[in-house]
């Protein structure tokens, strides 16, 4: 007598190859997003650190070029950025024309103005970043 074949109620071999596919697709897919997802956060997080530090360099700049209107370079650090900035001055003028409705220069010393074209660099960690403004500073 013969036995007949029992139904397997086990998973063959072809669906564990399957279900270990989408497994490790699922897995690494989730892996490459959470890494991602860290790196966004460190870039964030040190352009969160360069802009809270801009307004305090700028200040120093803008004594810098108070005290030395024809500096060209300068650099520093405040806050752990590093910066560089380049001074293009412009020629010292007198008082604009829209000074008169504003009562700046009034009297007999009217004010000089300058004003400088400046390329700055901030550096933390990583990452670097180039702001172009323009500064005007004045003499009494």
């Known amino acids: 007598m013969r036995s007949q074949p029992t139904s397997g109620t086990g998973f ?3 669906e564990i190859l399957v279900a270990m ?14 890494q991602t997802a860290l790196n966004a956060g460190e ?5 969160r650190v360069m802009l ?13 070029l108070l005290s030395q209107p024809t500096q060209s370079q300068g650099e520093g650090t405040m806050l752990s950025v590093a910066y560089r900035f380049d001074n293009q001055p412009g020629p010292l003028t007198g008082t ?11 009297g007999p ?11 700055l660099e901030l550096y ?6 180039t702001f172009a403004y323009q500064e005007l500073t004045w003499i009494d």
């Open 12 to 14: 063959t071999l072809i």
């Open 21 to 34: 596919t989408i497994l490790f697709t699922v897995v690494t897919t989730g892996f490459v997003a959470y």
């Open 43 to 47: 870039r964030a997080n040190q352009t």
């Open 52 to 64: 809270t530090a801009l307004p305090f360099i700028k200040q120093q700049i803008r004594s810098e």
């Open 96 to 106: 604009p024309d829209f000074a008169d409705e504003l009562e700046v220069g009034a």
């Open 109 to 119: 010393n009217k004010a000089r103005f300058r004003l400088h074209r400046i390329q």
């Open 124 to 129: 933390y960690q990583q990452q670097a970043r």
